[in-house]
């Protein structure tokens, strides 16, 4: 989704890339769309509306790329939420079919993988999360593609038969709060010969998807402790992204306004350009008892880094952060 066809036309161009963009209807004026980015040709595109809400409309946008004089059809689309219409998915299926080269359908279908409608999908599409058998697609899985939730919303979808999944994951976290949405990729294999591609997923038993969610689980453990020990013993950039989960409420951190500014001041105690930049909107948060709470904690200087042969050990809990230094004598 690009903020219409100029922001398209920027990055494409500070990219070096071909572009197609198509807007999404709106009763006021037409602000938003879809477009696709392509280092190869761009030989033809159209557009579909998939969602007519009253007070708008959802495009999906077609690109016939052309990969070494061979032809296929990308289709992306940001389909509606239920709230405004629970269409969209026929619709989309509808444009498919209208496309005449093998099909990768990606794009926001704002609905998880549990939603029997994508079953209608799953007929003729294949999903690149769970054909590839890597750690990274594993998270994606796992984590999801919702900043705010351990949902999957985003899809990469490749026609069965003509394509393999080289790899798929989530984008490396330092880009995660470029959006809502959690940037997700898929490298794919496709064979222009004519041979197909086996592309059915293994059959996976209740026994290997409990293990493979509760490895996930403990990867997404894992991680979640490791940041917060590097952000009790002072490191700036942990400090700012458990200010960043606790204000969207993503999993394992809980929605809370209070840890999320302090947080994010110990961050900016610390010279984060970014918390500095966003502890105001923090601020804002706030109810005014909240911030006649955090007011004196914020006198104490929390965020300057243990010296060498300090302990630090944070207390948190309902009262927030405490910070202990008890110094320690270390001999060489």
């Known amino acids: 989704m690009v903020a219409g066809e100029s922001q398209a036309r920027t990055i494409a161009n500070a990219l070096g890339m071909h572009y197609v963009f198509a807007w999404h209807g709106n009763i006021r004026s037409p602000w938003w769309g879809v477009a696709v980015l392509s280092k190869h040709p761009i030989i033809r595109s159209r557009s579909f509306q998939i969602n007519d809400y009253g007070t708008g409309s959802r495009e999906a946008v077609a690109a016939t790329i052309s990969l070494d004089g061979v032809e296929l059809d990308l289709l992306n689309l940001h389909r509606v939420t239920d709230k405004r219409s ?36 799953r007929i003729d599409f294949n999903g690149s999360a769970t054909m590839a058998n890597s750690s990274n697609a594993e998270l994606a899985r796992g984590r999801g593609t919702f900043l705010k939730a351990l949902v999957r919303i985003d899809y ?56 493979r969610i509760a490895a996930v689980e403990s990867k997404v453990a894992n991680a979640w402790r ?82 060498p042969g300090t302990i630090a050990i944070f207390l948190i809990g309902l009262g927030g952060i405490v910070m202990i230094r008890r110094r320690t004598t270390i001999s060489s």
């Open 156 to 211: 990469v979808f490749v026609e069965k038969g003509c394509y393999g999944v080289i790899d798929a994951g989530l984008m490396n976290e330092r880009h995660w709060l470029a959006s809502d949405h959690i940037g997700y990729y898929a490298k794919l294999d496709w064979t222009a010969s004519g041979t197909k591609v086996d592309c059915r997923p293994k059959a996976e038993t209740p026994q290997t998807a409990s293990k």
């Open 226 to 307: 490791h940041r917060l020990s590097q952000a009790m013993c002072g490191d700036p950039g942990e400090q700012y992204w458990l200010g960043v989960m606790h204000k969207a409420g993503t999993e394992p951190a809980a929605q809370d306004a209070v840890a999320a500014y302090k947080w994010v001041s110990l961050a900016a105690k610390a010279g984060h350009r970014l918390a500095r930049r966003s502890k105001p909107k923090y601020a804002q948060d706030l109810t005014s008892p909240q911030r006649e709470a955090v007011n004196p904690i914020e006198k104490i200087d929390l965020a300057s880094v243990p010296e």
């Open 86 to 121: 629970p269409d969209g998915v026929a619709e989309i299926l509808d444009a498919t079919e209208q496309l005449q080269n093998p099909v990768i359908l990606i794009g926001d279908f704002n609905i998880s993988p549990v939603d029997s409608r994508l079953d209608d999908v």
